[in-house]
T-cell receptor
Framework: GAVVSQHPSRVICKSGTSVKIECRSL??????MFWYRQFPKQSLMLMAT?????????EQGVEKDKFLINHASLTLSTLTVTSAHPEDSSFYIC????????????FGNGTRLTVT | AQKITQTQPGMFVQEKEAVTLDCTYD???????LFWYKQPSSGEMIFLIY??????QNATEGRYSLNFQKARKSANLVISASQLGDSAMYFC????????????FGSGTRLQVQP
């Protein structure tokens, strides 16, 4: 069964509004979670690393004021897309990792965001 | 530069045949991990198989095996006895030995299994 739950799976919002996406690890504590973005027919690009109890680490070119990440507990990370614009429309997918170095990332089912 | 390359944008295979999906990488790290994921049209990312750089034997998981050639820096995925449900995008990914545990993904290969 799924070990990472992501909600919502699909959201449509108007330009200028904010959208919050939740990512939960269901059966293990995840001190680190990762947020990826995937444009149509493209690969997954890492946006940021979410660290429990501390600030997220953003990849180069990702606006931290636009993509707010909060990792308040060992099982929950949230990504808020603030003042969304049509170019933010994409597939956002979170992942969590168990403790060991050779552990795979466990992914949520993703959120398809459409900004109109 | 650390990079993952998948040179096959799309592949076709007949049902019940075997298929090899190519993946090459570039790194100067000695310790790294290689992963393959399957992404069906629904979008979820399904972990298939893992190979560590120090593993001497090629990894196998059911119908999936990894043809790991360290000197050539390649980690090709072999799917045996293809099934219609194998039609999906396949991504090769790598964890470099930088202390970060995020994965870097290749561009993907779309596999279509034909009846």
């Amino acid at each position: 069964g799924a070990v990472v739950s992501q909600h919502p799976s699909r959201v449509i919002c108007k330009s200028g509004t904010s959208v919050k996406i939740e990512c939960r690890s269901l059966d293990f504590q995840a001190t680190t979670m990762f947020w990826y973005r995937q444009f149509p027919k493209q690969s997954l690009m890492l946006m940021a690393t979410s660290n429990e109890g501390s600030k997220a680490t953003y990849e180069q070119g990702v606006e931290k004021d636009k993509f707010l990440i909060n990792h308040a507990s060992l099982t929950l990370s949230t990504l808020t897309v603030t003042s969304a614009h049509p170019e933010d429309s994409s597939f956002y997918i979170c992942s969590a990792i168990r403790s060991s170095y050779n552990s795979p990332l466990h992914f949520g089912n993703g959120t398809r965001l459409t900004v109109t | 530069a650390q990079k993952i390359t998948q040179t096959q944008p799309g592949m076709f295979v007949q049902e019940k045949e075997a298929v090899t999906l190519d993946c090459t990488y570039d790194t100067s790290d000695q310790s790294y991990g290689l992963f393959w994921y399957k992404q069906p049209s629904s979008g979820e990312m399904i972990f298939l198989i893992y190979q560590g750089s120090y593993d001497e034997q090629n990894a196998t998981e059911g119908r999936y095996s990894l043809n790991f050639q360290k000197a050539r820096k390649s980690a090709n995925l072999v799917i045996s006895a293809s099934q219609l449900g194998d039609s999906a995008m396949y991504f090769c990914a790598m964890r470099f030995d930088t202390g970060r545990r995020a994965l870097t993904f290749g561009s993907g290969t779309r596999l279509q299994v034909q009846p």
